[in-house]
């Protein structure tokens, strides 16, 4: 295959799931000529999770035109999809009557989602749309503290006795009036209501009708506390490979279930959360007006003008070694970058693997360890390099020399910082993706000016 063919096609891979921009367009075309039909056509197609994306990529201006010509074709789905930072926006654009409609066809959990960060007079609209049991259920739901296993989960739970067949079971579910749309298993309950066991759908559908449901039940099996913080709950998924589990009040009595897919919704949150942190960016989205951005990401900058001021503190201690030899000034950004890209690296690792739960008491120093000792080989390499770009860039050997050493101390004080840090603000209950950038930061530039323009200064004048 030529190599123009295999790029194509790499594209093509890259754009597999985006939207196609020539729809985009049609659409956009279509709801300019106020042309409903055409605007159906086009949409028909797509995914719920497709209109969420078009509706999040195009302008507020364009996106209201959209909704209201879309109107009654507006479905739940595409609102469980939304951005949270627009849902609100689209519910308000939305005519009442199907805003009611496409609320009462989600899941509790999704309805949970939804209204959870509104006003309470939002909540009251919203809910007051919802039959008396939905509405019981949802309400239920928002009684447990924000971020829980008893906000995540749904309520609408496929359960048997314990004592029941497999006939008994099936034959119970083809008479229900109602299932949910998406379940993995049936739990088993004693007659006190408590989860005992998880049957899978595809067990039951191959077993005998006469065969118990107690005695096809799943080995791993997990009851998740209602009030569990939802970041234990992705945990518990990801880690025991779990599809569903069901949650227990506080006297263990089953009150919902939660499905792989919200588990992964809150993984991937985490993981989004974390990145951003790192970079001081807080937890805002493309969709943010410009107030709000700079909101987010003004503190940050904020406590990085204070360790740029520390920096430069350490550098004014050191004038007079910097007026007489010249070449320190062209060499110290150096120093300072090459630690403070070792400390990041060091510092991802960790927060990501404190996030996973990977870096433990057990592990902690081995970690500790193996950072330092790659800091300092690094560090060892890069000191060659540098102490020759000394010798035959400025013609000094005792610059070569005094840089190389700088190099090894700040790139093995920046493998120390970047586990370090993230492990104590961990212990002290601070968020280490919120906070370690800023001090490893400080950490290797103090460090790096210091260990630099102090041997230049002892070595050089």
Not at 272 to 289: F, M, T, W, Y
Not at 333 to 344: K, L, Q, R, Y
């Amino acid at each position: 295959m030529k190599e123009s063919d295999i790029t194509q096609a790499e594209e093509r891979q890259d754009d597999a799931y985006d939207l196609d921009r020539k729809r985009v367009a049609a659409i956009l075309f279509a709801v300019e000529r106020r042309d409903r039909a055409t605007l159906l056509d086009l949409m028909e197609p797509l995914h719920a999770a497709d209109i969420a994306d078009l509706l999040e990529q195009i302008n507020a201006y364009d996106r209201g035109r959209l909704i209201r010509l879309y109107d009654r074709e507006f479905d739940g789905e595409i609102l469980s999809e939304l951005d949270e930072s627009i849902r609100e926006e689209v519910m308000q654009i939305l005519n009442p009557a199907v805003l009611a409609e496409a609320v009462r066809d989600l899941d509790s959990d999704d309805v949970v989602d939804l209204v959870e960060d509104l006003t309470a007079s939002d909540q009251a609209a919203i809910l007051e749309v919802l039959e008396d049991a939905d509405r019981v259920a949802v309400e239920q739901s928002l009684s447990y503290p924000e971020n829980s296993a008893g906000r995540l989960m749904q309520r609408e739970v496929v359960m048997a006795p314990e004592h029941w067949t497999v006939g008994a079971a099936i034959d119970h579910m083809r008479s229900a009036d109602e299932l949910p749309e998406q379940f993995y298993h049936v739990v088993l309950v004693d007659p006190r209501m408590k989860p005992v066991g998880n049957v899978t759908l595809g067990r039951i559908m191959a077993a005998k009708r006469d065969v118990a449901l107690a005695d096809i039940t799943e080995e791993t099996f997990q009851a998740i506390p209602a009030d569990q913080d939802e970041e234990d709950v992705a945990y518990a998924f990801n880690q025991y490979h779990l599809i569903s589990a069901p949650v227990v009040d506080e006297d263990g009595r089953l009150v919902g279930v939660i499905t792989i897919d919200d588990a992964m919704v809150v993984l991937d949150e985490e993981h989004e959360e974390d990145i951003l942190r790192l970079a001081g960016v807080g937890e805002g989205s493309l969709s943010d007006r410009v107030t709000e951005t700079t909101k987010q990401r003004f503190p940050w900058l904020a406590v990085n003008l204070v360790t740029a001021i520390l920096a430069a503190l350490v550098i004014s201690l050191f004038e007079d070694t910097i007026a007489a030899f010249v070449a320190l000034a062209a060499l110290m950004p150096i120093v300072a970058s090459m630690g403070g890209n070792a400390g990041t690296q060091s510092l991802t690792v960790a927060v990501r693997a404190l996030a996973t739960r990977d870096l433990t008491g057990a592990n902690l120093w081995r970690v500790i360890r193996r950072e330092v000792l790659v800091g300092l080989v690094n560090g060892l390499i890069f000191a060659v390099i540098m102490g020759a770009v000394g010798v035959f860039w400025f013609g000094s050997l005792s610059l070569g020399l005094v840089i190389a050493a700088a190099m090894v101390i700040n790139l093995v004080v920046a493998g120390l910082a970047g586990i370090a840090i993230p492990v104590i603000l961990d212990r002290t209950g601070v968020d280490p993706a919120l906070a370690s950038g800023a001090f490893v930061t400080t950490v290797t530039d103090v460090v790096g000016f210091f260990a630099f323009l102090g041997l230049a200064a002892a070595f050089l004048i």
